[in-house]
């Protein structure tokens, strides 16, 4: 799997945990994989780690949540997966 096909993967599996509000840039936009044309917020590939920034629902379990996430894209990657929650927010009918 190429890097781009691999970090719009890990965004679609990291988006469907429970608990995951979405993937988050960071405060400057400054976590992403960047693409021909593009880029993967949130998801940061290196040869020996991969980051996954999120925002994750206020009325969920933050370190159960990011644990769901390291676990599922480690499965993915093979490698070590730091996660980081860079929000918390309010769960709204818009955004479940």
Do not use: C
Not at 50 to 77: G, I, K, N, Y
């Amino acid at each position: 799997m190429t890097e781009p096909e691999l970090s719009e993967r890990i965004a679609e599996l990291t988006r469907a945990v429970p608990g995951v509000a979405d993937l988050h840039g960071g405060v400057f936009g400054e976590v992403a994989t960047y693409l021909p044309g593009g880029r993967v917020p949130g998801v940061r590939i290196r040869p020996d780690h991969t980051e996954v920034h999120v925002s994750v629902f206020w009325d969920q379990p933050v370190r159960a949540t990011a644990e769901a996430v390291r676990t599922t894209v480690q499965s993915l990657v093979g490698t070590p997966v730091l996660v980081t929650v860079e929000d918390v927010v309010h769960p709204t009918k818009e955004n479940q």
